[in-house]
């Protein structure tokens, strides 16, 4: 690698949720001008914080019913929670104020473009990324709201929101088109609709719900994505109102099972249902549940299937070997042991199948270094994780869009934050 000139840290003010995200995130660019400047980066997963532009998803809302409630919710007591089915009593995950998460608000002077745009630049910049794929937040529970209807109306309005007002903006920005799952005629009509947009990269469902992918009702759906040759992602989460989850006691152990309990059902049901032979052309994208659920998955399955065939008869390879073919996304990477990692890659085929992936603003966010840190991955293996691969999935120009990170740095803000 080339030897950059990196100028000195300089100190800063406590980190808040107002802290500039370039200081916030200057050691990440520093690890990038040291060892992966000249590396395609692609964040397959940072998350629009929409509950700070609510307002705006609620005012696109075309139920007028529907929309002067949420509208009414925003001014009163609903405020950014509008419309959602979210329980504030449960959200731990700040552990009262401790550890920042989804609340940045820091100041922007720009009012040129979309203050969500303003800060994105700042983080992709900062990371070096050459492009990043958002996903919704707060709407990351909808798939378990009682009302059906608001779940399509809210989806109806952050569509419209990220194609009409974010991704016209910065073609470093790519969105994958929120599917309402649970009303499947619904998901048709704005994929008909938006399928081909531009900045629209693929289709995501909300992992966390209860309705089970094999069902005869969604194949006319995978059929239209799989004709348009754009990947379908299961983006997974929490929801400590699913009765399997009522007798944990903590938001560690809420978080360590949940993000990997909903792919995990999908997937199997994904699989032992035989949708890769009904739809061998649909790629398939699971996001947000780390990597260790993934070996597990695949003995399990493989040992179930091989002693009980005829409950599995659309089958024509080991369900390892259909796993094996889809994607995954890195973030949480859990690096407790290394020997355990470098098995699970080996298992899933990462070098051509694992997508890098920040989560940022999440508290538990994975910087680029994060894969290119990994000592037992070749520097091919490295650059196909953190971009290549990316790449060739969403069919997205490999040709550099970022800033150098050493003038990054050097253009940093000059007062503390």
Request: aromatic fraction near 10%.
């Amino acid at each position: 690698m080339t030897e950059h000139s990196i100028p000195n840290f300089r100190e800063i003010g406590e980190i808040t949720g107002s802290t500039d995200s370039r200081d916030v995130l200057a050691h990440a660019t520093r690890q990038a001008a040291r060892n992966f400047d000249d590396y395609l980066i692609v964040d397959v997963d940072a998350h629009v914080s929409e509950d700070h532009f609510w307002s705006e998803i609620i005012d696109l809302i075309d139920n007028d019913v529907l929309r002067q409630i949420g509208q009414h919710q925003v001014k009163g007591f609903g405020g950014s929670n509008a419309l959602l089915n979210i329980s504030p009593g449960l959200s731990l995950q700040s552990v009262g104020g401790r550890i920042g998460h989804q609340g940045r608000r820091e100041p922007v002077n720009d009012d040129s473009v979309h203050r969500f745009i303003s800060t994105a630049r700042r983080s992709m910049d900062a990371m070096g990324l050459d492009y990043q794929v958002v996903f919704p937040s707060a709407m990351l529970l909808l798939g378990m709201h009682p009302q059906d209807e608001i779940e399509v109306a809210l989806a109806k309005a952050f569509n419209r929101w990220m194609i009409e007002r974010i991704l016209p903006i910065d073609s470093r920005m790519k969105g994958l088109l929120y599917l309402p799952f649970n009303t499947p005629e619904a998901c048709e009509e704005l994929v008909e609709r938006y399928g081909d947009t531009e900045g629209i990269i693929g289709f995501t469902v909300c992992s966390t719900r209860n309705k089970p992918v094999h069902h005869d009702c969604y194949m006319r759906l995978y059929s239209m994505i799989q004709e348009l040759d754009k990947p379908l992602a299961f983006h997974s989460g929490y929801h400590w109102g699913d009765p399997s989850f009522a007798q944990l006691n903590r938001f560690l152990s809420m978080h360590a099972l949940s993000f990997t309990h909903y792919n995990q059902i999908h997937l199997t049901n994904w699989i032992v249902n035989a949708m890769p032979e009904r739809f061998p052309k649909l790629n398939m994208l699971w996001v947000e549940s780390g990597l260790a659920w993934i070996p597990f998955l695949m003995q399990r399955l493989d040992h179930e299937v091989l002693m009980r065939p005829s409950e599995a008869p659309g089958l024509k390879r080991l369900p390892s070997e259909y796993m094996r073919e889809m994607y995954y996304t890195s973030q949480p990477l859990e690096r407790t042991n290394m020997k355990l990692l470098e098995a699970t890659m080996e298992a899933m085929n990462a070098e051509t199948q694992l997508l890098y992936s920040s989560d940022w603003p999440h508290w538990d966010w994975d910087s680029p270094a994060t894969i290119d840190s990994l000592p037992f991955l070749s520097e091919q293996a490295k650059r196909n994780i953190l971009g290549l691969n990316a790449a060739r999935l969403f069919k997205l120009d490999t040709a550099r869009r970022k800033p150098l990170a050493e003038d990054v740095l050097a253009n940093r803000p000059k007062t503390a934050s």
